[in-house]
Every structure is written in structure tokens, then in C-alpha cells.
């Protein structure tokens, strides 16, 4: 009886194994399969992006990462959209989670930079920009960032040896011809804030208060230098079952 008793706990025992082999099996299985969506709904969500469609974007990239929580590229794609949408809180959610999935990238730094100017944290902004600088030393956007930030605190000095800076190194016709624009802007923007400290009376007065006509960086970026985070992610393909 005892020996029939053992026999059937290692039967059990074995089962258990081939049991617990099997689910584990499924699940990775599973895993593989989710992944591979999460990677074709990034790549969906990525498209809504790029033209313009955040809502839908927004919606599309939750449910990538529903499916795998550790899609970074979705994560970003995600933050990029909300901030658009004026989420900035969810945005800088997003570049949380990404930051405790792996290191943060030079766009991930610039995103948080572009988030915070448009929350009014003009100094975090900067020393995102700059982190941002650190990883890649010859990022337009992140330069551009810091001339705006330069501007908004009349530090034209600044802006003005920036913007040369960035136009020496140009890489080609249209970067070069971008960056004159920045520097009109710079000048643009210098002259109305003397012309407006000549019409201020002894006593504080504001009589005339100018503005530059001339568009704010962000509005002249080309969109291969405002949002170099948009690369498109590196989709792998999708995994086929084994036919039977």
C-alpha cells in the first residue's frame, strides 16, 4: 500500500512539472504575442501622431501599452501626444515610467524641456534642454529650446551668441537658412523690448507695449528639428503560428 501511495505522488508530482511546463509555456507564448501587437498599435499610434491626430493617438498608444507596459517607444509617442492635448501632468507620467524602464534619451530630455516651458518652469526647462545637450551636443531642437527660454528672460546677449554658435555648425542649406530666421526672431524680439523701455513714463507707466511680429521659434521649426523624438520606432515583426 505504501509503495502505491509513492507511486502515485510521483505521478502527481510529475504531472504538476509537465503542468506547470505547459502554462509556462503558454504564457511566454502569450508574452510574444502581445508584444507584436504592442508593436503594430506604437506603429499606429506613431502615424495619428505625425499628422496631428492626438485624441485617436492617445487612445491607440494606451491600449500598446495595455498590452506591454514596457513599450518605450509608445510611452513616448504618448507623452509627445498629451503634451500636444495640454496634459502636461500625464505627459511627464509618461517620461517617468520610461525613465524607470532605462536610461532617458536625448529626445526624451528635450520633451520634458518642451513640457516644461509650456507649464511655465522655465528653469527646469533649461536644464532639461541642456541634459539633453549633454547626450547629444549638436541637437538643433534642444539649442532652439534654450534660445527661446534666452528670449523670454531678455537675455538677447545670450541668444545671440547661441543662435551663431548653431549657425556655424548648420549641416546644410536649410539648417543654415532656418537659423537666420531664429536670428531675425532674436532681433525681432530685442527691438520691441527697447522701443517698449522708451515708452515707459518716470512713473512706471506703460504707454506703448509693442510686440515682435515675427513668429516664436516653435512656430518656425521644421519638423525634423522640432520633434526629433518622432523617429519612427523599430517595429519587430510580427510573430506566425507554426502551422499544425
Known amino acids: 500500500m505504501k509503495k502505491f ?7 502527481i508530482s510529475a504531472f504538476a512539472v509537465v503542468l506547470s511546463c505547459a502554462v509556462g509555456s503558454a504564457s511566454a507564448a502569450l508574452s510574444v504575442e502581445n508584444a507584436s501587437t504592442s508593436a503594430v498599435l506604437t506603429r499606429r499610434g506613431y502615424v495619428l501622431v505625425q499628422s496631428g491626430s492626438f485624441k485617436p493617438a492617445v487612445a491607440v ?5 495595455q498590452l506591454n507596459a514596457n513599450d518605450v517607444n509608445a510611452r513616448r509617442y504618448l ?8 496634459d502636461y501632468f500625464n505627459a511627464e507620467e509618461q517620461l517617468k515610467a520610461i525613465a ?7 529626445a526624451d530630455y528635450y520633451l520634458s524641456g518642451s513640457i516644461n516651458v509650456r507649464m511655465g518652469n522655465n528653469d527646469r526647462a533649461l ?9 547629444e551636443p549638436n541637437m538643433p531642437a534642444a539649442k532652439v529650446g534654450i534660445i527661446e527660454l534666452f528670449v523670454l528672460a531678455s537675455d538677447f546677449q545670450g541668444a545671440t551668441f547661441l543662435c551663431a554658435d548653431c549657425l556655424k555648425k548648420s549641416k546644410d542649406r536649410a539648417q543654415y537658412d532656418y537659423f537666420q530666421k531664429i536670428a531675425e526672431y532674436i532681433h525681432s524680439h530685442q527691438v520691441a523690448v527697447e522701443t517698449q523701455l522708451q515708452y515707459v513714463k518716470p512713473e512706471g507707466q506703460v504707454i506703448v507695449s509693442p510686440t515682435a511680429t515675427t513668429p516664436a521659434p516653435r512656430d518656425l521649426i521644421p519638423q525634423t528639428i522640432q520633434s526629433p523624438l518622432l523617429a519612427p520606432p523599430k517595429i519587430a515583426p510580427i510573430a506566425t503560428r507554426a502551422k499544425a
Do not use: D, H, P
Not at 5 to 11: D, G, K, S
Not at 79 to 86: C, D, H, N, R, V
Not at 100 to 106: F, M, S, V, W
Open 127 to 135: 536644464q532639461e534642454y541642456r541634459s539633453a545637450l549633454k547626450l
Open 79 to 86: 507623452a509627445y501626444a498629451l503634451m500636444q492635448l495640454g
Open 61 to 65: 498608444l494606451n491600449n500598446a501599452l
Open 100 to 106: 524607470k524602464i532605462g536610461a532617458l534619451t536625448a
Open 5 to 11: 501511495v509513492a507511486i502515485a505522488v510521483e505521478v
